[in-house]
């Protein structure tokens, strides 16, 4: 059972707090209890979540600590970054990837997506759309939650990142 003031990661919404612990009627369904999520970084978004849903409660995650982020920071250069050419399949590979919830896969996706992208432009085209939604949407995931764990705003999480992998490189 999640804790009012908790932090956990939530499908594609990234970092919430559960603001809340309630019952609900939504529509005919009937009363329900819910967790109420809000993002940590739109507080505009509140997600009602069924405490009795399986399937939800599977997207609901609890944070990396500060020493599994540092872990996995470290592991960043080796992470495996192999391109699949198909693109129906690198769609539902990435797709899947993102509903995991899998960090290291995470990492190893964005990799992917940041040297293809990288390559695609270098010969004067622009990466695909749906490629570029995936890596938007994986960087979120990262960095959201990499910031409310190290205590920074999103945007400072990538330069934090690459500092590390100099000064370790």
Known sequence: MLKIGEKVLYGAAGACTVTDICTKKFGDAGEREYYVLVPVY?????????????ALQAKIRKLLSAEEIDALISSMPAAESSWISDEKARQEYF?????????RALIGMTKSLYVHR??????????????????????KLICDEFAVVLGMEPGEVLPYIMRRLEAKG
Do not use: I, Q
């Not at 505009?44 to 849903?53: F, G, I, K, M, Q």
């Not at 797709?95 to 960090?103: A, C, F, M």
């Not at 004067?124 to 490629?131: E, I, L, S, T």
């Open 42 to 54: 739109d507080s505009r978004t509140t997600l009602y979540v069924p405490v009795d849903n399986e």
């Open 118 to 139: 990288n390559k695609v432009l270098k010969m004067g085209r622009k990466p695909h759309m749906a490629d570029e939604r995936m890596f938007k949407e994986a960087e």
């Open 95 to 103: 797709k899947n990837t993102l509903r995991s919830g899998d960090r």
